[in-house]
């Protein structure tokens, strides 16, 4: 049990640092759909589908995004593996708690505009709430 849960943080670290960079990746992403001026005329739905899927496949060129995406994939299916041998009641909360704790740590490193005393405040009690599940 000791190893899954380390295995649970390690996932919630990955999954908190990929979701601070493909938001990143998101932003540049959405700087570059933005630059693109809309066509004069209203699309019909098939024009407005491919779009979508034309926007879509921009994001995932992106490698800003597209390899945090990987990672947080790759993360996922270690979690789902770490399910098959840890009560969901444990797993979930762990690696939640983590990954919110995570998010907001690898967000403040990358210079996201945060409220630093409030994400210590709110991640010290993520922390000491992950102890009382792996501890209780």
């Known amino acids: ?21 493909m938001r990143r990746g998101a932003l540049i992403w959405d700087e570059a759909v933005k630059s693109t ?11 407005k589908l491919f779009t ?20 947080n994939l790759s993360a996922s299916v270690t979690f789902f593996v770490i399910l098959s041998n840890t009560p969901i009641s ?4 762990v690696t939640n708690a983590t990954t919110f704790a995570a998010t ?6 990358l210079g996201e505009k945060t409220r630093v005393g409030l994400s210590l405040l709110g991640t010290s009690f993520i922390v000491l709430g992950v102890w009382l599940c792996i501890n209780a």
């Open 52 to 71: 979508a899927l034309k926007n879509w496949l921009k994001l995932l060129i992106i490698w800003q995004y597209s390899v945090p995406f990987l990672l």
């Open 37 to 47: 001026s809309p066509p004069p005329y209203p699309l019909k739905i098939h024009q």
């Open 1 to 21: 049990m000791t190893g899954d849960v380390e295995k649970m943080i390690a996932v919630g670290l990955v999954w908190g640092a990929t979701n601070a960079l």
């Open 90 to 93: 444990l797993a979930v909360p």
């Open 104 to 109: 907001a740590l690898f967000g403040m490193l």
